[in-house]
Every structure is written in C-alpha cells, then in structure tokens.
C-alpha cells in the first residue's frame, strides 16, 4: 500500500510549563496514518496519549506549548494555520471524540440543537435541512430520531456515546481522533460500539487514531497499533505482530497484563514500579527503572526508534 499519508506527524514536543520546571509530555514523535487505515496508540495513563490527540487538533491550551516539530494534514502544517483555517480544518476535515460523552454534551442543551449547531457552523443550510442531516446523523448510530428532543441525561451512557460519534461524522471528516472512547461503557455496549465504528468506517471511508490503555482492544480494531511510554513512541508496528509478537520489554508487560479467554490458564504479570516523573526524566532509557531487562547502556544511552522487522519499529537498547 504505496499512498500518501494522510496525516504525517514529524519530531513532535508538547510541553507542560510549570513552576517546577518543563514536562515533557510528547518527545520527538513521529508517524503517519494512511487513508482508510485505524491506527491505535496504547500505554498506561499519563504517557502522553491524549497530549498527542490534542496537539493533531491544536486544542491545547497554557500550559501546554507545542515547542517542536510539524503535523502535516494532506501536506500542510496543522501548527502553522491561522484562525480561519484552523476552524475549517476542525470538524470538516478532522473531528475528535472525547474520553467521557457525558463530559463531552452540554448537559442542558438538547440532543438536537447540539448536532444542528455543528451543521450550521460549517455548512450553509436552513435549519430545517440541518435537522434532517442531524436525525440522519442519529438513525446512523443506531438511535431513533426522536431522541433529537431529548437531553444527554437522559440517555443511557452508550446512546450518549453514539450521539457523540454522530456529532463526529457530522460533517463527514477524513480521520476521527477517539480518545478512548469506550472507557465508562460495559464490555457488551463497547463491542456493540466499536462493531457500529467499524461498519460507519467501512461505509464513509475514514481513518481512526484510537487511543486506549486496552491493548487487547486494540488489538481487534486496529491496522497497526503504537506504544507509547513517558512521551516516547517505544514501538510500532502491524496490529497483530504487535499484539502477538512484541519485542519491547514494556509491550511485552502491558500484552502479559490482559487475561486470555482461550487457551490454559496463566498467571498474569503487572509491570513492577510506577510511571516516571516526567519533571526528573532519567539520563538513558526512560523505562529502565521498571524493566527486567535492563543492562549498563541502559542507564546512558537513549534508545532510538528503529526498524527490526518490515514496517515494525523499536526503541530499545537491547537490540
């Protein structure tokens, strides 16, 4: 598959400035998400996921500071667009649905009004024809264009989870951020929804960035999936290889973490210690504080993301 990325991420930093000094939160990050392709980026909480979704959309704010690198969409720079540019770039080309729909929807507007504003944002139309495209919109992801009257209380977590999918295809973007979408829902509404994304992807075309702690969910839904940890993309690569077959030390502990349903019974093994303090980032490799393979250059040298196998990239001293 030789096509032109359509986003392409080059050497991203994003910073948290605070009176104790300069987190890091994304260091150097590169890669690309084709057309049509779902690409899942996974790793325990505070290891700059969701920094990095925010940063493809611009909608950090002080004390975030996106200090370096470029995000090219379709080969223009994300970070160089001025206001105009930005809000069309917003929504009609790239739409993001957030951790908590409940969060997301204004608790006291209507389902209705809340998808009829995007429409009438971005597109010339009557309200009537932005009603129509919004009870489109719902029969979409499975609700009932009734509900267009009904507030987000009033909806069970899963209906508002869809609503907030169709609010995100409004305007029918080319990639959909979703930053873990399925967290506050069951396992039987998250299969329910994640079977729905994947037919809406199938029918309009689109690609995904999914952010998730759940490798094992990632591992369903995702063409190639990335690992990060304390801001570092550490691994990258297919899916399956990753999910099956992973070669970092830390991949290894996140995929040993997650029970199988089929097979013997094994015993489960966490990853020992805690996150590192990305105010007192170590000399060396990040993860060597937690890491059972940990050797002397560990602790001087930093290691560097590199290709191991055809299109599957590691960053690991060990190799």
Known sequence: MNQQPLLEINNLCVDYVSPNGVARAVNNVSLEIKPG??????????CGKSTLAFAIARLHK????????????????????????????????????????????NPVISIGEQLTDVILAHKKVTLKQAREKAVELLKIVGIHGDRLSSFPHQLSGGMRQRVVIAIALALEPKLIIMDEPTTALDVVVEREILNELYDL???????????????????????RIGVMYAGNLIEIGDAEKVFRDPVHPYTKGLVSSFPSIHGPKTRLHGIPGNPVNLLKIP???????RCSECFADCSKIEPQLIEVLPNHHVACNLL
């Open 62 to 105: 002080a004390p975030a500071l996106i200090s370096e690198g470029e995000i090219l969409y379709k080969g223009t720079d994300i970070l160089k667009m001025n206001d105009k540019a930005l809000r069309e770039f917003r929504w009609n080309e790239t739409s993001v649905v957030f951790q908590s729909a409940m969060n997301s929807l």
């Open 37 to 46: 392709e779902t690409l899942g980026i996974a790793g325990e909480s505070g």
């Open 201 to 223: 992807k199938t029918k309009f075309g689109f690609s995904i960035l999914f952010i998730s702690h759940d490798l094992s969910l990632m591992g369903e839904i995702a063409d």
């Open 283 to 289: 000399q060396g490799c990040n993860f060597q504080e």
